[in-house]
């Protein structure tokens, strides 16, 4: 069946420190790829998103390219800020109506 | 876009009693899902909810624990019934963006606690 897998945290970083947040996936067909993030007290919402292999989505500096060769999605950014600190959810969405989410990676950030 | 609104946000349960969480949406959707995120861990679809029909479960969830109603295309309720301490978990209300965009809108969600 579809499956997403992301690294474990917590990931803890300074400010302006280079993240990456690993995420892989198995699915059949061409999935579309997401990064949601969940800032503390608040709902899910999404980041990015990549529709076709070697996309690219990109949103508040964060950005993932879809690679379909290794069947990943990793997030990465160049220097984070203690305002990204969030968990951060890798999630798929087939041709059906159900999306699929990772584990999520809670991220801290330290001034 | 789409802005939803669920209540309550937050509660404390007895065991064995019964909570219904509410879930509007400010624009006329087809689906709404219905996810539980337990503590420290990801989101679990319970159910996916369309107006007009029985609401579609996922493995592991039944309706006699998660009754599901969806009376019009901007609301729907899902009570979680006879409840454990296993059930404390957060409750989120869900759409999809139009256009066959997949991506997903989420309420705030609703946190269960349950003693």
């Known amino acids: 069946g579809n499956s997403v897998t992301q690294m474990e945290g917590p990931v803890t970083l300074s400010e302006e420190a280079f993240l990456t947040i690993n995420c892989t996936y198995t699915?059949?067909?061409?999935?579309?790829l997401f990064w949601y993030v969940q800032y503390p007290g608040e709902g899910l919402q999404l980041l990015l998103k990549a529709t076709k292999a070697d996309d690219k989505g990109s949103n508040k500096g964060f950005e993932a390219t879809y690679r379909k060769e290794t069947t990943s999605f990793h997030l990465e950014k160049g220097s984070v800020q203690v305002s990204d600190s969030a968990v951060y959810f890798c999630a798929l969405k087939t041709g059906g109506f159900k999306t699929i989410f990772g584990a999520g990676t809670r991220l801290f950030v330290k001034a | 876009s789409a802005v939803i609104s669920q209540k309550p946000s937050r509660d404390i349960c007895q065991r064995g009693t019964s909570l219904t969480i509410q879930c509007q949406v400010d624009s006329q959707v087809t689906m709404m899902f219905w996810y539980r995120q337990q503590p420290g861990q990801s989101l679990t679809l319970i159910a996916t909810?369309?107006?007009?029909?029985?609401?579609?479960?996922e493995s592991g969830f039944v309706i006699d624990k998660f009754p599901i109603s969806r009376p019009n295309l901007t609301f729907s309720t899902l009570t979680v019934s006879n409840m454990s301490p296993e059930d404390s978990s957060i409750y989120l209300c869900?759409?999809?963006?139009?256009?066959?965009?997949?991506?997903?809108?989420f309420g705030e969600g609703s946190r269960l606690t349950v003693l």
């Open positions: 869900s759409v999809e963006g139009g256009a066959n965009t997949g991506e997903l809108f």
């Open positions: 909810a369309n107006q007009g029909s029985e609401a579609t479960y």
């Open positions: 699915a059949t067909g061409y999935p579309s």
